[in-house]
């Protein structure tokens, strides 16, 4: 039973890091219709930022304050590339085909790829800790600080994110825009600012993503966003796409699913086994968890 | 239609053959290709055994070179991918024209070239492939070191017989020949000393969360842990184990052996032990000097891979000064009659299988040294 | 009749004598450069994968990003026939001089890859192609890669150590063969009265099945077609390269054959062939800066993307009807 126990809060602290990048997937396609496929990139540039500032600003102690320190600063340096990536690639093709647009979306992913192969060297990095470590024992099942940070930052971004968008007016601008791109600019809304913030959370919170996850599993490498962002978009969809709370149900399924696939199943369908409840989502509720049916119109 | 199809075809065909010359081969100086991971998840592999080869045949051309002329070392890269060692291979043999391979680390990397090299005729000398399958593939086909059948069996013994364990539990690499050989070699000898596998869990070169698979096998008790796999997945291995709880050490094989090792796992590595070529430690003055040398050279201490490459590199060329010719048949007959060749990593002598038979050095590993423990003798 | 099979022997022998000659068999010691050789066949396997690509993509409309997963299934199935079977099936044409039967065995096995090929085909486009635009391009993806972690997990072709020994049966002359009949194959289609339906599908689906044009059953069709003739490329990779891995068939090599085909242009077959051998002659000419290579390649499809997205050809052939260039359809609305 703890053996059990134990896979759970491992499915759980994996599934939290994939709540939070499938929250920024969740956000820009409700708004824009877009897959974002380099959304798992920026989750890796996020880790990369991280990986810098560790190291250039060496402490003796790994403290708190510092590893939150170091969080703020690759969320709001990836937030920024978030703004940047749409402005100059998404934007000129907002209006285009369908097709179009997700062909950019694979060019910027493969950019971030191979530039981040050629900046930050194609081999794996090491990150240094920059909480203090301890670990807890409940009930027999061994809980890491690292996983419980993960996994509580998680549900606090999220449920940030929730009140954001029921309670300000910019939420409910982002609401509105999903709803209807068109409409919202002759109610007077700059879609333009609104797409740009939403871009901007999104990958705020992916590079938050990548600064936990590299606080806890402590290897990095430029390649690392390819799998994650793809798991975590079936997360997205999983919960209902353009669904906020269902982004984070979505992520802690598909977490426990791989964990449980690997310890009971076999190691070496981990990666296959997001991509079969992808299909079978689609196949039989595409919609999601929690998502509504959309009906197409001629 | 089709005519016009393949006039453009052929006109484009034209141009390319025009600008595309055959290498000639070069009689000024002899041409050594070599082949390793210099880049990915295995780099310091690569790294380490081109620095080896490169100071051998820096000696050796001061020494006034291999039978006159100066020795090449052509180095590919193949960025840890069996594909690419494939890849490098045939440019190295086709594009570069070079009389021999040096190559690779990796078993599953050396399977994958093996084929190429022994079909174009040209002898391969693996420094550290283990898996007993790389010269199985043909006889142009050599190793410098011990095969896993014998390291696998220098770790079962070691754990059954100096260190009184009973229960072992394995966690191999799936994705590579020679974690999956040398798990099966291991398992079967541990029986055969007395001791019980009590569970077996697998992973994929690359994978970083281990904690599912390590949760399934804390939870049958192992005294230790045997991990054959390579130092970037044994270091985080080995500190997830420790955030789990589990204290029993672990235990692997040459794989481990990386100056980086304990920069990735840390002081979950404390107490864990691994078999290797050779120990830093050695008192042999041939030992000691080639690492003086080396440390002269590079700044660093050699690794067992290093050391792996020096002599494999000498004993490439001692064979061809052997042969008086750099023809591949010459070679590959004065590389199978080496006998008690003097290397840093011991006395080599290649068998007829075309393996060295060489004695396994146990290590432990204790706050980032790795400390000399015990050497196995082959066949005792 | 007689002169399409005079034709067809012409080209037969007009690719083998150039294989002999550029290989050096013809006249030794004139020949180019095994590595120029080898960069000219595997632009010949680009093209196939082009080609077959774009009747999916370009030509139908459904975005497919899975064709590596069917380019490994034809190599895998076509290379577990030649290791294991590879010495019998020879002794079966032994009366044949050399060239010959080993391209009789080539034939076969690549036929098993086809075969295979198709029939994953169809396992995956019957469910996957109901669904439209952004999550058909996902769910190929997801295929794709289920397809790979499958063969990982087969021992019998080497499992996660990737399958060696393959016995090298193509060669050029096979390579181009087959290159040219999938561009014949194909411009066939698209000229047909079903290359209409495709094209129809493509435009406007929803107009088309009020129409009465059957459209899943057109997609379907038009995507194992696709399928196999990847997995002839697939096949003819694995016996010219003799060892194969799942690493050389994951998404990234089913975006590489995007490229080509966005490169070149998406609604065009010259477009597809431009573009596979633009893009190996780029990748090889760039060898020297290896590193900037698929940077290059991003920026060049995120600048295509954005200002010429209709690729080098758009919707031209070089030889043929020029086929009328496609609109994009407007959503009608207020330009705010």
New interface residues.
């Given amino acids: 039973m703890?053996?059990f126990l134990?896979?759970l809060v491992?499915?759980l602290s994996?599934g939290s890091i994939y709540a939070l990048i499938a929250l920024g997937y969740t956000m820009v396609y409700g708004i824009l219709?877009?897959?974002n496929f380099a959304h798992g990139d920026v989750y890796m540039v996020g880790a990369y930022v991280g990986y810098y500032a560790s190291t250039r600003f060496r402490a003796q102690e790994p403290s708190y304050p510092r590893a939150i320190a170091i969080m703020v600063l690759s969320m709001v340096v990836c937030g920024a590339l978030g703004i940047v990536i749409e402005r100059f690639?998404y934007r000129?093709?907002r209006r285009?085909?369908?097709?179009?647009?997700?062909?950019?979306a694979?060019?910027?992913?493969?950019?971030l790829?191979?530039?981040g192969?050629?900046l930050f060297?194609?081999?794996?990095k090491?990150f240094p800790s920059n909480a203090p470590h301890r670990?807890f024992?409940v009930a027999s099942v061994?809980i890491?600080s690292e996983q419980l940070t993960v996994f509580v930052v998680s549900l606090v971004l999220t449920a940030f994110l929730l009140a954001f968008i029921q309670k300000t007016r910019t939420g409910k601008a982002m609401r509105a825009v999903s709803f209807n791109l068109?409409a919202s600019?002759?109610m007077g809304i700059s879609t333009d600012r609104i797409i740009a913030i939403t871009f901007a959370l999104g990958s705020a919170f992916a590079a938050a993503a990548g600064v936990l996850v590299a606080m806890a599993?402590?290897?990095i490498d430029p390649l690392?966003g390819i799998m994650s962002g793809?798991k975590a978009?079936?997360a997205a969809?999983l919960g209902g796409i353009g669904n906020v709370p269902g982004a984070l149900i979505g992520g802690l399924i598909i977490g426990i699913a791989?964990?449980?696939t690997?310890?009971?199943l076999?190691?070496?369908?981990?990666?296959?086994i997001?991509?079969?409840i992808?299909?079978g989502i689609?196949?039989f509720r595409?919609q999601g968890i929690l998502g509504r049916v959309e009906k197409?119109k001629? | 239609m089709k005519m016009r199809r393949t006039g453009m075809l052929a006109l484009t065909l034209g141009v390319a053959a025009a600008f595309g010359c055959a290498p000639g081969r070069s009689s000024k100086e002899i041409v050594i290709g070599e082949y390793g991971s210099l880049t990915g998840n295995t780099a310091t592999f690569g790294q380490s055994t081109k620095n080896g080869s490169e100071m051998a045949f820096n000696e050796i051309n001061q020494a006034g070179g291999l039978l006159g002329k100066p020795v090449k070392l052509v180095v590919e890269d193949d960025q840890s991918k069996p594909e690419e060692a494939a890849t490098a291979v045939t440019k190295l043999i086709n594009q570069n024209a070079v009389q021999a391979v040096l190559g690779e680390v990796a078993s599953s990397r050396s399977l994958a070239a093996a084929p190429i090299c022994q079909g174009a005729k040209v002898p391969m000398v693996t420094p550290s492939s283990t898996n007993p399958k790389v010269t199985q593939v043909g006889d142009y086909i050599f190793r410098v070191c011990f095969t896993d059948i014998q390291q696998g069996e220098a770790d079962a013994k070691f754990a059954a017989k100096s260190l009184k364990l009973k229960k072992a539990a394995l966690l191999y690499d799936v994705r590579n020949d020679y974690s999956v050989g040398l798990r099966l070699v291991f398992a079967q000898k541990f029986k055969e000393y007395g001791g019980e596998i009590v569970a077996e869990q697998s992973y994929s070169e690359g994978d970083s969360d281990f904690r599912a698979q390590l949760t399934q096998l804390k939870s049958a008790n192992p005294e230790v842990i045997y991990v054959p796999g390579y130092y970037t997945e044994v270091g985080t291995i080995a500190r997830q184990s420790r955030d789990l709880g589990i204290s029993a050490p672990l235990l692997g094989g040459d794989g481990w052996d990386s100056p980086r090792l304990w920069e990735i796992g840390g002081k979950a590595l404390n107490g864990c032990y691994f078999s290797n070529h050779y120990s830093v430690d050695d008192p042999a003055p041939a030992v000691q000097k080639f690492v003086a040398d080396y440390k002269g050279k590079y700044g660093n201490t050699p690794d067992a891979l290093a050391a792996l490459g020096y002599d494999a590199a000498r004993i490439l060329a001692d064979a061809i000064k052997r042969a008086n010719s750099t023809d591949g048949a010459k070679v590959r007959d004065a590389l199978a009659q080496t006998k008690d060749f003097a290397g840093v990593t011991g006395t080599i002598t290649i068998d007829k299988d075309r393996n060295a038979v060489k004695p396994v050095v146990m290590l432990k590993v204790q706050d980032g040294k790795f400390v000399f423990q015990e050497r196995i003798e082959p066949g005792a | 009749m007689i002169r399409r099979l005079a034709i067809f022997a012409a080209v037969v022998a007009a690719l083998w004598a150039l294989d002999a000659l550029l290989s050096g068999t013809l006249v030794p010691g004139m020949m180019i450069s095994p590595y120029v050789l080898q960069v000219i066949t595997l632009a010949g396997i680009n093209v196939i994968l082009a080609v077959s690509l774009n009747l999916i993509n370009g030509f139908t409309g459904q975005f497919s990003i899975g064709h590596a997963g069917f380019m490994a299934i034809g190599a895998y199935t076509s290379a577990f026939f030649s290791v294991n079977f590879g010495s019998s099936l020879e002794r079966v044409f032994r009366i044949l001089p050399e060239g010959p039967r080993r391209g009789a065995v080539l034939l076969l096995v690549l036929a098993a890859g086809a075969v295979a090929a198709a029939i994953a085909g169809f396992l995956v486009g019957v469910p996957s192609l109901r669904l439209r635009g952004d999550y058909l391009a996902i769910v190929t993806l997801g295929f794709g890669e289920i397809i790979r972690v499958f063969i990982l997990n087969i021992d019998a072709v080497g499992g996660a150590r990737g399958l060696g020994g393959i016995p090298k049966y193509s060669n050029f002359g096979w390579v181009y063969f087959f290159a040219i009949a999938s561009v014949v194959v194909v411009s066939r289609i698209v000229n047909s009265s079903f290359g209409r339906t495709l094209l129809a599908v493509r435009e406007d689906e929803i107009a088309a099945e009020a129409m009465g044009v059957h459209t899943t059953r057109a997609k379907v069709i038009s995507f194992v077609i696709s399928s196999a003739m990847a997995g002839i490329a697939g096949g003819l990779f694995a016996h010219y390269l003799m060892y194969i891995h799942t690493n050389s068939f994951t998404f990234l090599k089913s975006i590489e054959i995007i490229i080509m085909i966005v490169l070149g242009g998406m609604g065009s077959i010259t477009g597809s062939v431009v573009g596979a051998v633009l893009y190996i002659v780029l990748t090889e000419g760039l060898r020297a800066f290896e590193q900037y290579r698929m940077v290059t390649f991003s920026f060049l499809l995120i600048l295509i993307m954005i200002f010429r997205p209709q690729g080098l050809m758009g919707h031209r052939e070089l030889f043929g009807r020029k086929r009328r260039e496609a609109r994009q359809p407007s959503t009608p609305s207020i330009e705010a």
């Fill in positions: 703890s053996t134990q896979q491992n499915g994996l219709r877009l897959i690639a000129p093709v285009a085909a369908k097709m179009t647009s997700l062909i950019t694979i060019g910027v992913s493969l950019l790829e191979n530039g192969q050629l060297g194609a081999d794996p090491f670990e024992n061994r890491t068109d600019k002759l599993i402590p290897k690392m793809l978009f079936v969809v791989e964990v449980f690997v310890g009971y076999s190691p070496t369908y981990r990666d296959a997001a991509f079969a992808l299909i689609l196949l595409p197409e001629v």
